[in-house]
């Protein structure tokens, strides 16, 4: 490596933002927005220690003494440059105190980009970076070299062109425009080719050697890794389809999914890497080949009891939430019938969880003793020749021109990833057609802004959606569907991916003050058989209107029409709304002082789906 020291600080660096995310997301210091939770501090610091990593690395093969750079370079050069823009595009935030802040994009916009970053962070950190490492370790450990060279470049670039447009997908019939909702679609569909293509890449490095994979536990990991690699990216197509993702949307489908991803491809190539480092590093002989066994088996078995439960529970939840009785009326009203009937699913996933666990800790301990029975080895001599020009060079093939320049390879690459990004992105901000505004739409007042604070830290939006589609099925089950103009001053929107628990986008108005009131004190009070913690605290905290004017002076700041000078009256309209609150409560039996937390819950909750008038429900969910 280029640098002892900058490998330090990465390494230490990036030990500390796991820390950090350990010790705010509990106390409720969350962004909300899906892989990008923490707050803007901890953000900085992401964006130093990438930099930090970035620099090494390619100081490290600017230095090199081999002028062509190997496949799993392209792919960590792919996703330095695609990392990095993502990270910083989706984290404009206007900081309100010191963990704090406000998402620079509203509604619509900010669920796009946020897509658009949510989907590529799993592909340019849980996918390409492994894809260099299954580039390098599946050849080394099976002793051949890779099945196809031209396979590789078309792998390589196809992905990182197609993969960025794909973000969309998470967004079907949603409020999002149509025509991105299509670009999303048919770029998902035509990703299977090069995924599927490195998958294949993958395991036809191994022909010749499948006597060897029955033996060697290294490569029944690597193999298994791929095959959930395929089948995550057949999957994934395949739910980008409007008919699938109308089923599996906001299920526990979606679960299954990723998990397929993460536990199979993710966890499994780098358990069979660590199998294949630690007795060279050491150089000593695996510790147990029985217990590496054993992991296998057990992790293989986890991922099925993991998974399997998942795509049983999405398939019930779509089912049940879809289902009319033969007079045209909702067969299951009331959402708590569809979460009860899959709770036997969630306890076998946590058994799968459970048994995926197991088998890491028994790999630590096999690592251990592997490395307690060993030297390690903390440097070798370079072995790469000098670097000198090649007789063949001019007979080559052209990529070889590419590879040799990391530089001009990391431009290039940039280029790619960003042509999918600004043809979604600029329209969908530019042109005001795409988000047609509502006259009767306002901002949040102080209390329902603080309310709507209090929905994010306590992590609401992880269980309740906010986005009713335009399917008979959930508009006679919530109300009227979802509309783009409504979500203009979100920042940052709250659409969710999962309903653990239903929609809540028309809830407002729906039951009084007391019965959110107790709700969130005793969710089995209201809802028997829930599975929603209680919030006892929210009734005990004050609310902090010390931090009013910062929040409607940034609101402003980000376009949300306050008045000028507005934050020198906001707590007074704050308490206002407070005791009418109150008032309320007292009215039903309930006595709460009006500057609870809890209060301010109340207010944000009965403010959503009211700005417009929408149609009665058919009957009560």
Known sequence: ??????????????????????????????????????????????????????????????????????????????????????????????????????????????????????????????????????????????????????????????????????????????????????????????????????????????????????????????????????????????????????????????????????????????????????????????????LANFHFWIGSLGIIFYALPMYWAGFTQSLMWKEFTAEGLLAYPNFLETVTQIKTMYMLRALGGAMFIAGTVVMCYNLFMTAKQGSFVANEEAEAPAIHKDANEENEHWHRLIERRPVQMMVLSLVVIMIGGIVEMIPTFLVKSNIPTIASVKPYTPLELHGRDLYIKEGCNNCHSQMVRPFRSETERYGEYSKAGEFIYDHPHLWGSKRTGPDIHRVGGKYPDSWHYNHMLDPESMSPGSIMPPYPWLFEYDIDTNATPGKITAMRQLGVPYPKGYEAQANEDLRKQANEISERLKESGVKTKSEKEIIALIAYLQRLGTDIKAKPLAQDN
Request: hydrophobic share 55%.
């Open 1 to 290: 490596m280029f640098s002892d020291v900058l490998s330090q600080i990465n390494f230490w660096g990036w030990q500390l933002i796991i820390l950090s995310a350990v010790l705010t997301l509990p106390m409720g210091y969350t962004t909300s927005k899906e892989y990008a939770e923490l707050e803007w501090p901890i953000d900085i610091a992401i964006t130093l220690i990438w930099v930090v990593f970035g620099w090494n690395m390619f100081a490290t093969i600017l230095n090199r003494r081999e002028k062509h750079l190997y496949v799993a370079i392209w792919f960590y050069i792919g996703t330095f440059v695609t990392v990095a823009v993502l990270h910083i595009v989706n984290s404009f935030e206007l900081p309100v105190s010191f963990m704090k802040s406000y998402s620079w994009y509203a509604g619509v916009q900010d669920a796009l980009v946020q897509w658009w970053y949510g989907h590529n962070a799993v592909a340019f950190f849980l996918t390409t970076p492994y894809l260099g490492l299954m580039y390098y370790f599946v050849p080394k450990a099976a002793n051949r070299p890779v099945y196809s060279y031209r396979l590789s470049i078309i792998h390589f670039w196809a992905l990182i062109f197609l993969y960025i447009w794909a973000g969309p997908h998470h967004l079907l019939y949603t409020a999002l425009p149509d025509w991105a909702q299509s670009l999303g679609v048919v770029f998902s569909v035509m990703l299977i080719a090069p995924s599927w293509g490195g998958m294949l890449n993958g395991l036809l490095t191994l022909r010749g050697a499948w006597d060897k994979v029955r033996e060697d536990v290294v490569l029944k990991f690597m193999v298994v890794a791929l095959t959930c690699y395929g089948m995550a990216t057949f999957e994934g197509p395949m739910l980008s389809l409007k008919n699938v993702n109308a089923i599996s949307h906001f299920t526990d489908w979606t679960v299954a999914h990723v998990h397929i991803g993460g536990l199979g491809w993710n966890g499994f190539l780098t358990f069979g890497m660590l199998y294949w480092l630690f007795p060279k590093l050491f150089r000593v002989e695996l510790y147990s080949k029985r």
